[in-house]
């Protein structure tokens, strides 16, 4: 195998890409655009998000990548490109993983609808999925692009493949949100797991050890007074464009789902959420770094998100209890609270026209 450094320098002069290697590597704060790669199983909320990706105005998406999760691989897929061309992009979408590392799938359609989208029944996209693999295409993006963003709204079974295929590849990528988990609180899938990790823990395993810069963003940030409240809904429409009739309408599902499943009171978008923190970091008001752990054996808590909040498992005196995880340094940014309201602003933003 050779080392990412070698292997993204073999690919990069292949492609003839120095200049925009050398390019990306400047800090986007001088007005260089940020690269974005985004890996989703695309239902409602993430067609939500790939939609605030692809109108953020300092931004260039250069790759989606489909995971099995919500949808079957193909309607994942076929939903990102229905987004993209409605956003009026061309961007490749690549099929990946059609189910978990050793899992069964787990779709779910009682959240989003049928087809993903609210039951809307969109046409089907004019473009087809790129034939290169997912996982190819990740590592390519990668190399091409060091320092991007990989936004990750599905579960992490591309990726984890990606690192088996190249460890040192994650060493190329600047940041890596994460919408999975629940940081020390209920889940949304079982009591205590949230459903993107929950539906393939071993590929979360693998990704959270990998030294990808994983920045987690859980479910729990999308609650409360982070739903599109009645309020919100009603700026949202009177916007009257195509844009946010599509943001309310493919997630009116979700809509009843929400407040069927966790009592919340309106409507939760926990991939929009997750990509405001990517496009406008300052949406996370809270962070903090920490050994995070994801349970892989457990009926009761498969795909539990572990944060040592108190970073006890480094003492001495627990490692009877932590055995070989005793010392185990932080590996994941956990985001803790967000700014609820520039998170909507951030989404307002980009659905006006």
């Known amino acids: 195998m050779l080392p990412c450094a070698t292997f993204c320098r073999l690919r990069t002069a292949a492609a003839g890409l120095g200049t925009r290697v ?4 400047i800090p986007w704060s001088v007005n260089i655009p940020r690269t974005f790669l985004i890996d989703t199983d695309t239902a409602s909320d993430d067609a939500v998000a790939i939609l605030m990706a692809l109108r953020w105005p300092d931004v260039e998406v250069a790759a989606i990548t489909i995971v099995a999760g919500n949808m079957p691989l193909e309607r994942g897929a076929r939903n990102a490109l229905y987004t993209a061309e409605l956003c009026g992009s ?21 959240f989003h609808g ?46 984890a493949l990606a690192v088996e295929r190249n460890p040192g590849f994650v060493r190329n990528v600047g ?51 982070a739903n599109l409240l009645e309020d919100d809904i ?7 464009n195509d844009l946010a009739r599509f943001v309310l309408d493919s997630n009116r599902v979700v809509m009843r789902s929400t407040r069927e499943q966790s009592g919340d009171p309106g409507l939760g978008l926990p991939d929009p959420v997750a990509m405001a923190v990517a496009l406008d970091p300052a949406v996370c008001t809270s962070k903090s770094r920490h ?10 808590t ?26 185990s340094p932080p590996n994941v940014t956990v985001c803790w609270e ?16």
């Open 338 to 353: 967000i700014d609820a309201a520039r998170w909507k602003q951030d989404l307002l933003s980009v659905l006006r026209t």
């Open 234 to 240: 009603e700026t949202i429409r009177g916007l009257e």
């Open 302 to 327: 498969r795909g539990m998100t572990v944060v040592d909040r108190l970073g006890r498992a480094g003492d001495a005196m627990n490692k009877a209890a932590w055995g070989d995880l005793a010392g």
């Open 291 to 300: 050994h995070v752990e994801i349970e892989t054996t457990s009926e009761l």
């Open 175 to 225: 940041r890596a949100v994460v919408m999975g988990g629940a940081a020390c609180t209920v889940g949304n899938v079982t009591p205590a797991a949230e459903y993107n990790i929950w539906v393939d823990p071993e590929a979360a395993r693998i990704v959270f050890r990998s030294g990808l810069a994983v920045e987690m963003v859980g479910w729990e940030l999308s609650r409360g007074a």
């Open 114 to 159: 049928d087809d993903g989208m609210g039951n809307m029944h969109y046409p089907p996209p004019v473009r087809r999925p790129a034939t290169k693999h997912a996982v190819d295409a990740i590592l390519d993006t990668v190399c091409s692009h060091p320092g991007l963003t990989l936004v990750s709204l599905g579960p992490l079974t591309n990726l």
């Open 90 to 110: 061309n961007v490749p979408v690549y099929l990946g993983a059609a189910k978990p590392l050793q899992r069964d799938n787990c779709h779910a359609e009682w």
């Open 22 to 25: 050398f390019a990306n590597r």
